[in-house]
Structure formats: structure tokens, C-alpha cells
């Protein structure tokens, strides 16, 4: 991959599904650092501690399965939210996930869906609301 960068041909290199563990052994070998970690991350696996990790490599994370294939949408907590700011469960949970700093790859073929899920860039979840997300109860590893 370095080869390539190297040459030119890619301008970044990612990686997917790295712990905190796999990206230190990396980083410990390779030239050109990953610019990218692609991994599950939503509400019920927030996994903070590769966040913050990546964070402080400078290494963007990318969530996929930001909705945890619509399992977390009825969580109590984040239907309150939700109702709070007229939005729904999955725009606050998508939200959430770009104002952790993550992109998120929401997977729809709905039209509709689709619609809604962009419908998360001109507003922002208060912080009081957003720090109770941190009581969100988590998947086991």
C-alpha cells in the first residue's frame, strides 16, 4: 500500500476493522500511517477507547452500521432524544455519530430512508442531551 501511495496512485491508506492494539503493532512499521478506520461503531458500541486512540494518532474513524442494523431504534433514551428535537431515533443516532467526529455509512435502498438520512447536517444535538448518551447501555464485545 505504500507502494502505491508512493507512486502516486492513492492519496490515502485505510484500513477496516483495526483495534486500538492492531493500529499501535502498525503504526510501530509503517512509513505512511492509515488515514482511515473503518469500523462498527453506533450508539451500543461506541468503543470510546479506539476513538480516543484515533484520535490522538490522528487517524479518522469511519462507522459503518451506524444504526446497528436498526437495533438500537427503540431504545428508550434515544426516543426521548429524538422526540425532544422533533427528529427521528435514526437521525439523532446518525447525528450522534458525526458529532463524535465519525463519517457515517448508513445503508438504505428507500428513497425515503434515504431522504431522512441526510436530514442530519443543519442541526446539532445540545450537549446536555448528547452527554446522556454515554449511559447507553453497550453490546458485549
Same mark, same amino acid.
Given at each position: 500500500m505504500e507502494a502505491l501511495y508512493d507512486s502516486g496512485k492513492v492519496r490515502a491508506i485505510g484500513v477496516s476493522n483495526f483495534s486500538s492494539k492492531k493500529l499501535g503493532n502498525l503504526l510501530e512499521v509503517a512509513r505512511i500511517p492509515p488515514a482511515v478506520n473503518q469500523v462498527e461503531c453506533h450508539l451500543?458500541?461506541?468503543? $470510546? =477507547?479506539?476513538?480516543?486512540?484515533?484520535?490522538? +494518532?490522528?487517524?479518522?474513524?469511519?462507522?459503518?452500521?451506524p444504526l446497528a442494523r436498526t437495533q438500537i431504534l427503540k431504545n428508550h433514551l434515544l426516543n426521548l432524544v429524538a422526540e425532544k428535537l422533533g427528529k427521528t431515533p435514526a437521525q439523532v443516532a446518525l447525528r450522534w455519530g458525526l458529532q463524535m467526529g465519525h463519517?457515517?455509512? $448508513? =445503508?438504505?435502498?428507500?428513497?425515503?430512508?434515504? +431522504?431522512?438520512?441526510?436530514?442530519v447536517l443543519d442541526w446539532s444535538i445540545p450537549e446536555e442531551l448528547f452527554?446522556?448518551?454515554?449511559e447507553f447501555e453497550q453490546a458485549s464485545s
Open positions: 451500543s458500541w461506541q468503543q $470510546p =477507547k479506539l476513538h480516543e486512540f484515533c484520535k490522538s +494518532k490522528g487517524i479518522h474513524l469511519s462507522a459503518y452500521t463519517s457515517i455509512l $448508513p =445503508k438504505s435502498s428507500n428513497e425515503a430512508r434515504m +431522504k431522512e438520512n441526510l436530514d452527554a446522556r448518551f454515554s
